[in-house]
């Protein structure tokens, strides 16, 4: 098994100032004891429900170009990039760059939105919730159309593109992988099926088997092999206490139902020794478990 990392607060590092400094050694920590993919959230505001909205927040995909020019060989991607704040074809062109700049480390991590509050604070349109899947699906199909050779005009509903032009072309080959985010089982986890190269889940082992069981059928109904998608899931919440072993039984509990890659937070005020000192031998030992089928 796998372990990457999401980092989804900052107030750990201190004043604005000690932000950037701050979140270079923790990417550096998790590059040095083997985290393969760091991820941060793609919000403006901080979710009301992890903490107050009025704690620190960084846009994504500047953020993420920041730690790729501070690391080598840690993936990078957004959990997950919501559909609402980007045109698809900058987003593309966006996702592109890191990718070049990075060397090939970039992943679209991508789903339907949900934070209202940060859209209608900043003046960002919410769509009705069954628009903003239909923009998602036209947003991956513009992405993928775009890292193609078509450099044709794309025609949707909500998006129209005369020119899908990406110079340069992405490192990553044959593009960078798509990641879809979410549970929703009659319209996300079909995304999943259609598009994906990784889903991203939450719940206990018995609620992700669950839904690996319905990506499996909605694979069936496209004519796709399941075992193309990798198969990612959060951690449940960890306690600043937490010690390797808590880690790993967790980890193989999710493993036993399916489970590839297990994601941790930035846990406590001192996230970087945090990871040193607990992930570190987590990833270790985690590196010989396969994952299992429900």
């Not at 994906?196 to 088997?209: H, Q, S, Y």
């Not at 092999?225 to 808590?246: C, F, K, M, R, Y």
């Not at 399916?258 to 570190?280: F, H, K, N, S, Y």
Request: with cysteine.
């Amino acid at each position: 098994m796998q372990i990457d990392l999401h980092v989804s607060r900052f107030e750990w590092a201190g004043p604005p100032a000690g932000i950037g400094p701050g979140v270079s050694t923790l990417a550096r920590t998790a590059e040095a004891i083997g985290i393969r993919t760091l991820s941060f959230m793609d919000h403006w505001f901080q979710m009301e429900r992890m903490a107050p909205a009025t704690d620190p927040m960084l846009e994504g995909y500047t953020a993420l170009g920041f730690v790729a020019g501070r690391t080598e060989h840690l993936r990078l991607r957004l959990l997950v990039t919501g559909i609402t704040y980007r045109h698809p074809g900058l987003l593309a062109k966006t996702v592109t760059t890191l990718d070049v700049v990075s060397g090939g480390r970039a992943e679209l991590g991508i789903g339907a939105a949900w934070y209202e509050r940060e859209h209608l604070g900043l003046g960002v349109r919410f769509p009705p919730v069954a628009e903003r899947f239909e923009r998602l699906e036209e947003g991956i199909q513009i992405c993928l159309q775009m890292w193609s050779l078509d450099n044709g005009p794309y025609h949707g509903r909500h998006y129209l593109l005369e020119e899908t032009l990406c110079v340069p072309a992405p490192v990553s080959t044959p593009r960078p992988r798509i990641l879809i985010g979410g549970g929703g089982e009659q319209k996300t986890l079909r995304l999943v099926a259609t598009y994906a190269d990784a889903c991203n889940l939450i719940g206990t082992p018995e609620v992700v088997a669950h839904k690996l069981e319905v990506i499996r059928r909605h694979c069936d109904a496209v004519g796709r092999d399941p075992e193309e998608i990798e198969v990612t899931a959060l951690l449940g919440q960890l306690p600043s206490d937490a010690d390797a072993d808590a880690v790993v039984r967790q980890a193989e509990s999710l493993g036993a139902v399916g489970v590839q890659t297990v994601m941790v937070g930035a846990v406590g005020p001192e996230p970087a020794r945090w990871l040193e000192e607990v992930i570190g031998p987590a990833v270790d030992r985690l590196s010989e478990v396969e994952s299992g089928t429900p």
